[in-house]
């Protein structure tokens, strides 16, 4: 057996009592899932099974915490699913284990074509304080992380009242200036979400809310690492610009991921393609966007290594103790730590082929 440790924790091991050889770290911590598998947490009529599948499904995995993450919408749908899956966390003890809030990716980002990616342009508008208590109202206060673009005047004063709410405040879907996105850091931003994407396709290549964000010390980063998202060279050098430390990886998988190529009628992007390689893009005929990702937290771990050169280690830091401080500190293999473990297959050689074999939450085998 041999144990990596760093600063005092093992990241990952060989694992092979009982004839089973693979890695075992930490279970994988996805802060951006809209759904998976064909559980779905944006169509029109959420319900709880909906949300214990798909808690279920992140187990199959290797995720051991998520945040259900429901995007723009009328404030009617957005409060529904709210309080849906705060019944769902009262309800099923899974649930509450696995995804201890929720989080709003909208319906403040940017109206424009590009940086609105695949948002509904009829209910984007600007933040409000008053809509957000709506939110908590309805739904046990379950809200504990809000997406927007920091363009529209009312920001420094939403992040304010939401940071001062203990709720997390993050960038993205914008084209915002550099004051607009220094003034949301100013009042408590402190993550970019999915940075390097829902973005224009073509910007500035001095000014742009890309450099700034990277450049931004305050604010960590979410990245897609599907290999479609990013390039490997951008991948690469925005993780250097930011820093290990203030990275981390999610999924932003849809309810399309994890099922088989082919054509699909997304609640995210209408009709869309689903390549063998897991690209999702909208039948739209340019190939330009895309429309939401597909794949699992695990195959970010590989592109990582594969397309960004980081070691194992560093790729599951990016995967789990780095997203576990946003969610109370979760995602360490330490003495006192509850037991979420995923027992994987990984070759460096061929990481297309990385594999879940085992995963146990507080000790108890899931999968
Ligand atoms: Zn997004």
Redesign the pocket.
């Known amino acids: 057996m041999v144990v990596e440790l760093r600063d005092g924790l093992v990241y990952a091991q060989r694992f092979e009592a009982h004839q089973q050889t693979g890695w075992l770290s930490a279970g994988l911590i996805d802060l951006?899932v809209n759904g998976f598998a064909g559980h779905d947490l944006n169509g029109p009529t959420l319900t709880v099974e909906t949300v214990h599948q798909l808690a279920l499904a992140m187990l199959r995995c290797g995720v051991t915490t998520f945040l259900p993450t429901l995007?723009t919408a009328s404030e009617a749908q957005l409060t529904q699913a709210l309080a849906v899956i705060a019944q769902a966390r009262r309800e099923v003890p899974l649930v509450a284990r696995m995804a201890p809030y929720v989080h709003v990716?909208g319906p403040a980002?940017a109206p424009e074509d590009g940086p609105r990616?695949?948002?509904p342009a009829a209910h984007v508008r600007p933040p409000s304080i008053e809509e957000f208590h709506r939110w908590q109202a309805a739904s046990d206060g379950v809200v504990g992380m809000v997406?927007l673009s920091p363009h529209w005047p009312e920001t420094p004063e939403y992040v304010a009242a939401l940071v001062a709410a203990g709720v997390h405040v993050a960038l993205?879907?914008t084209d915002a200036s550099t004051q607009q996105i220094k003034a949301a850091v100013d009042a408590g931003a402190r993550l970019s979400?999915?940075l390097g994407?829902?973005s224009h396709a073509r910007i500035n290549r001095q000014r742009n809310p890309i450099w700034t964000q990277l450049a931004e010390d305050r604010l960590c980063a979410s990245f897609i690492a599907d290999g479609h998202h990013l390039g490997s060279d951008a991948l690469k050098v925005m993780l250097r610009a930011k820093g290990l430390e203030r990275a981390l990886i999610v999924s932003?998988a849809t309810a399309i991921g994890g099922m088989p190529p082919g054509r699909y009628n997304a609640s995210i992007g209408g009709p869309v393609h689903l390549s063998p390689e897991g690209r999702l893009s909208p039948n739209d005929g340019t190939g330009e966007y895309l429309a939401?990702a597909a794949l699992p937290m695990l195959a970010g771990v590989a592109t990582l290594v594969r397309q960004a050169g980081l070691s194992l280690k560093d790729a599951l830091m990016l995967a789990t103790v780095n997203p576990g401080r946003w969610v109370g500190g979760r995602g360490s293999l330490a003495v006192g730590q509850p037991a979420d473990l995923v027992r994987f297959e990984f070759d460096p050689a061929d990481s297309a082929a990385a594999r879940v074999t085992g995963v146990w939450l507080g000790g108890r085998p899931m999968v």
């Open positions: 951006q995007i990716e980002v990616g695949a948002h997406t993205g879907h979400t999915h994407n829902g932003d939401g």
